[in-house]
T-cell receptor, first 115, second 113 residues
């Protein structure tokens, strides 16, 4: 069964420091991987995706993620955190094996950027 | 750019009442997905439609039903509401292409009292 794991419920980072939000996945076949961000009382916003090609994917707001097939990971990173990055981050996987594919979300990681 | 529109934004209903949530996908997106996000929970897939036909079904209670209309908008009908149905309900749309993520609406916050 497809699954996504975000091992950290919460990550605290000082402003200006690099941040990493971890994600590992378990799927059969070649995954499509996504990161979404959710601000309080807001919808899910698309950050970036990996479909194929370069393992380092760059997305919105200076975020990037690295696809590591051997470790089945897709960690979200940013070189220098901003207080405004504080939000809930969801990793997601989609395996397009048929017409009925859908996105499966991880449990989410709450990112706190400390001023 | 046009986004996914959901209405209403907020809805308060009493137990055993009925609610209807609406979703208007991005133009030319033919696939609609419904997700339910409980307090402090990750989004859970409910149901999806492609070209007005149900394409997949997740953890949607039998008390809920949904459909996609000829203009591709979708409605989620919820009957015999229970307190546990209080959640944020997201709609997402996607074009018929596997290289895309979804575009989510802002959600409808349903509170059952």
């Amino acid at each position: 069964a497809q699954s996504v794991a975000q091992p950290e419920d919460q990550v605290n980072v000082a402003e200006g420091n690099p941040l990493t939000v971890k994600c590992t996945y378990s799927v059969s076949g070649n995954p499509y991987l996504f990161w979404y961000v959710q601000y309080p009382n807001r919808g899910l916003q698309f950050l970036l995706k990996y479909i194929t090609g370069d393992n380092l994917v760059k997305g919105s707001y200076g975020f990037e993620a690295e696809f590591n097939k051997s470790q089945t990971s897709f960690h979200l990173k940013k070189p220098s955190a901003l207080v405004s990055d504080s939000a809930l981050y969801f990793c997601a996987v989609r395996v397009p094996v048929n017409r009925d594919d859908k996105i499966i979300f991880g449990k989410g990681t709450r990112l706190h950027i400390l001023p | 750019a046009a986004g996914v529109i959901q209405s209403p934004r907020h809805l308060i209903k009493e137990k055993r009442e009925t609610a209807t949530l609406k979703c208007y996908p991005i133009p030319r997106h033919d696939t609609v997905y419904w997700y339910q996000q409980g307090p402090g929970q990750d989004p859970q897939f409910l149901i999806s439609f492609y070209e007005k036909m149900q394409s997949d079904k997740g953890s949607i209670p039998d008390r809920f039903s949904a459909q996609q209309f000829s203009d591709y908008h979708s409605e989620l009908n919820m009957s015999s509401l229970e307190l546990g149905d209080s959640a944020l309900y997201f709609c997402a749309s996607s074009p018929d292409g596997r290289n895309y993520g979804y575009t989510f609406g802002s959600g409808t916050r349903l509170t059952v009292v």
